[in-house]
């Protein structure tokens, strides 16, 4: 039988090996620019994409999916802001639930309105713990998701989040500061929060430097996700990759 995606990221922690996945979301990149991010991203060897947005307003989720399965083999992972974004043509989905937040909605009550939805979807569905961590400024996501991000100097209690979140059967932890973030999630929460879980912890938020995504993958982070820097400057996917790749393998 052919391994899930989830199993592939299990097997590459427990491997010790970082992955780096790039963010596309659709309502920030022209379809017709996506050949050229794609191919970027295969001669970087880029391990994921994670497709999504807190709106995505315009209608081309699919399209732009469909243009990058089928120019490469890189898994699509939807990282859906509401429900609506779903795509039968992604590999999977993070099924996120925000638990540091305390908006019942995002907690639960969205996805008892879409179950049957995104079951019948044939996605691979991974349960992933949100974790919206400040960042500096106010996101998107915080205004969209109207719950209090954790403070960025709270290790402690972001590490309670994710082993809650793991004990409830979170099959990842996500820790996001946020699209664009001023200051990106500390390197000390990072250790914190990964010394205390099992499952793979992705990073994102904020994230514009290589240096900045090796420290991260160091301090315990799995994998590494970056999107509005890419955006400005395409040819960062390579640096960022290798930066990633580079990290020494402890296991
Ligand atoms: C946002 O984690 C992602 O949800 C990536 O953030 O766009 O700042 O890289 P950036």
Do not use: W
């Amino acid at each position: 039988m052919k391994n899930t995606l989830y199993q592939q990221l299990t097997e590459r922690k427990r491997q010790g090996r970082k992955s780096f996945s790039v963010l596309i979301d659709p309502d920030k990149i022209e379809v017709s620019a996506i050949d050229q991010l794609v191919s970027l991203a295969v001669n970087a060897n880029v391990d994921y994409f994670f497709v999504g947005g807190s709106l995505v307003i315009a209608d081309n989720l699919d399209e732009s999916i469909q243009i990058i399965k089928s120019s490469c083999n890189i898994p699509v992972i939807l990282f859906p802001g509401s429900p609506s974004q779903l795509s039968k043509y992604a590999d999977a989905l993070l099924y996120l639930s925000l638990i540091s937040g305390r908006n019942p909605e995002l907690l639960i009550g969205q996805h008892v309105i879409s179950a049957p939805f995104v079951k019948h979807s044939g996605l691979e569905i991974i349960p992933t713990g949100y974790m919206v961590i400040d960042g500096g400024a106010p996101t998107t996501v915080s205004y969209i998701s109207n719950a209090a991000p954790i403070p960025a100097d709270k290790n402690e209690i972001a590490m309670c989040t994710a082993l809650a979140g793991e004990m409830l059967g979170m099959k990842l932890i996500y820790m996001d500061a946020g699209s664009g973030a001023k200051r990106p999630i500390t390197e000390h929460m990072i250790e914190k929060v990964a010394r205390h879980i099992e499952v793979p912890l992705v990073i994102g938020g904020g994230i514009t430097d290589p240096e900045k995504a090796y420290l991260n993958c160091k301090a315990g982070a799995d994998i590494i996700v970056v999107g509005n820097a890419i955006e400005k400057d395409p040819s960062l996917i390579a640096e960022m990759s290798n930066a990633v790749h580079s990290v020494p393998v402890i296991v």
